[in-house]
């Protein structure tokens, strides 16, 4: 690796420290054996998973865990599909129970059309999980005063929407997402919304500590490209931002010298 | 929590459970890991509730089942 190696930027969660960025999702593969190519691919040290019932009538059906597993990689369960508190909390005892983490993604979602973070639900789970024992990285709205209460709360991690889950349509308010990462003294991760690589660079360009991406990378038409198209992507937006970019200037600027031009 | 009045010398009895939403009979007396048995999980994968408490892995086979119980039996799977 060259001088500006990513390996000496972790960002570090709940005491763990993470040389990757990008956080990937396992859900909507075709097959276990992609979801473990395209996570292999993507570079990410963190997933996500959810907690279902197990299927009574194929119990010896493959496990997420036969293929990615839990010891090298941190599972962040998450209470996708909760619209309730009280789904969201009682769901997670059980990922605790089921892994032995105390460190979980926590969503409770609104109605379709929009499944935006209901964040009434969100404050009532988050309340309860915390009193409860466990790391809270939460979903959010892209909302500085909701998720400076979130972190007031004791959440370890803020994770606003880029915009709505599985639209792909980029990050749609950059402004609030700067302000919410120069607000936050916890870690700001970029979740729902990422398209493409531009998308997860974009966010890392805003200053955020991290970057959750599933839709872009699962529904790809090849998902094991485009998740080393987000690793690409996070990674140049990381640097980005650490560079510091140019000012803007509306006017053009000629990048040669205008002296010494022969006449 | 009752008294528990079943003689001991009872040899079976039939349990009917409700486990992940289907109403299911075993063959009784059953603890929670009788029943992952009888189901054929992989204990080190799952995560059991018995009417609405988790029951900690390390006291399967402690916890006796009781007729009407209410297990939901989950484990994980891909989600974002």
């Known amino acids: 690796m060259d001088g500006l190696s990513v390996l000496d930027d972790a960002w570090r969660v709940a005491g763990r420290s993470f040389a990757s960025r990008l956080v990937v999702g396992t859900g909507k593969y075709k097959d276990l054996p992609t979801t473990a190519a395209a996570?292999?691919?993507?570079?990410?040290?963190?997933?996500?998973?959810?907690?279902?019932?197990?299927?009574?009538?194929d119990p010896k059906a493959p496990m997420l865990q036969?293929?990615?597993?839990?010891?090298?990689?941190?599972?962040?369960?998450n209470?996708?599909?909760?619209?309730?508190?009280?789904?969201?909390?009682?769901t997670l005892r059980l990922a605790r129970e089921a892994g032995g983490w105390n460190l979980v993604k926590l969503e409770v979602l609104g109605p379709a059309p929009t499944l935006y973070p209901?964040?009434?639900?969100?404050?009532?789970?988050?309340?309860a999980l915390i009193k409860?024992?466990?790391e809270v990285m939460v979903y959010c709205s892209d909302d500085p005063i909701a998720a400076k209460r979130l972190e007031e709360m004791g959440c370890v991690a803020i994770m606003p929407l880029g915009a709505p889950i599985g639209s792909g349509l980029g990050v749609q308010n950059p402004l609030m997402i700067r302000m919410i990462i120069e607000n936050a003294k916890v870690p700001v991760l970029v979740d729902a919304g990422v398209g493409t690589a531009t998308d997860a660079a974009?966010?890392?360009?805003l200053g955020c500590d991290a970057v959750l991406v599933n839709s872009a990378i699962a529904h790809a038409d090849d998902p094991v490209l485009m998740a080393r198209a987000m690793k690409a992507g996070v990674e140049a937006g990381r640097l980005a931002f650490r560079a510091g970019r140019?000012?803007?200037?509306?006017?053009?600027?000629?990048?040669?010298?205008?002296?010494?031009?022969i006449r | 929590m009752g008294t528990d009045n079943r003689p001991m010398n009872v040899v079976t009895e039939t349990l009917s459970l409700t486990v992940n939403g289907e109403a299911r009979k075993f063959a009784g007396p059953l603890t929670v890991a009788g029943l992952a048995q009888a189901l054929g999980l992989d204990t080190r994968k799952v995560?059991?509730?018995?009417?609405?408490?988790?029951?900690?892995?390390?006291t399967y086979a402690q916890v006796p089942l009781r007729g009407g119980d209410i297990l939901e039996i989950v484990h994980f799977i891909g989600g974002g």
Do not use: H, W
């Not at chain 1, 599909?81 to 969201?88: L, P, R, V, Y």
């Not at chain 1, 209901?118 to 309340?127: H, I, L, R, S, Y």
């Not at chain 2, 995560?47 to 390390?58: K, Y």
């Open chain 1, 39 to 57: 996570i292999e691919a993507s570079g990410a040290e963190m997933v996500t998973v959810a907690v279902r019932r197990v299927n009574l009538s």
């Open chain 1, 66 to 77: 036969d293929y990615v597993s839990p010891n090298r990689y941190t599972y962040l369960p």
């Open chain 1, 79 to 90: 209470t996708a599909g909760c619209f309730t508190a009280d789904e969201a909390v009682r």
């Open chain 1, 118 to 127: 209901d964040m009434a639900g969100t404050f009532e789970a988050a309340a």
């Open chain 1, 132 to 134: 409860d024992g466990f």
């Open chain 1, 202 to 205: 974009f966010a890392m360009e």
């Open chain 1, 246 to 261: 140019m000012k803007r200037t509306e006017q053009a600027n000629p990048s040669s010298p205008t002296n010494g031009l």
């Open chain 2, 47 to 58: 995560a059991v509730e018995l009417n609405r408490e988790i029951v900690p892995r390390s």
